[in-house]
Nanobody
Framework: QVQLVESGGGLVQPGGSLRLSCAAS????????LSWYRQSPGKDRELVAE????????NYADSVKGRFIISRDNAKNTVNLQMNSLEPEDTAMYYC???????????WGQGTQVTVSS
């Protein structure tokens, strides 16, 4: 059974920090591209950060550059998102994604809610 389970979301005040984690089971994602997406009511799902399976290069949305850091631990089959200097605009449901485009593998987690409010 293929599963991705996010954790670490919650309520935080503006300027605070959260660390999201995503644990995979049923497969090993050492060769997969890993990403974090987010979606808030009335908006499209947005790519926040990604880290490639080959080369481990990273890419961030302009809105989070300098504040968020994506990392992966292939030995533990996890991908993390460190979020600093959080803003109300960061409020969303955050999802992790694992993808291998060559074999057309695409898995999603159930999401974890992040709410930034005073």
């Amino acid at each position: 059974q293929v599963q991705l389970v996010e954790s670490g979301g919650g309520l935080v005040q503006p300027g605070g920090s959260l660390r999201l984690s995503c644990a995979a089971s049923g497969f090993t994602f050492s060769h997969h591209d890993l990403s974090w997406y987010r979606q808030s009511p009335g908006k499209d799902r947005e790519l926040v950060a990604e880290i490639t399976g080959v080369g481990r290069s990273t890419n961030y949305a302009d809105s989070v550059k300098g504040r968020f850091i994506i990392s992966r631990d292939n030995a533990k089959n996890t991908v993390n998102l460190q979020m600093n200097s959080l803003e109300p605009e960061d409020t969303a449901m955050y999802y992790c994604n694992a993808r291998d485009r060559f074999i057309r593998f695409d898995a999603w987690g159930q999401g974890t809610q992040v709410t930034v409010s005073s």
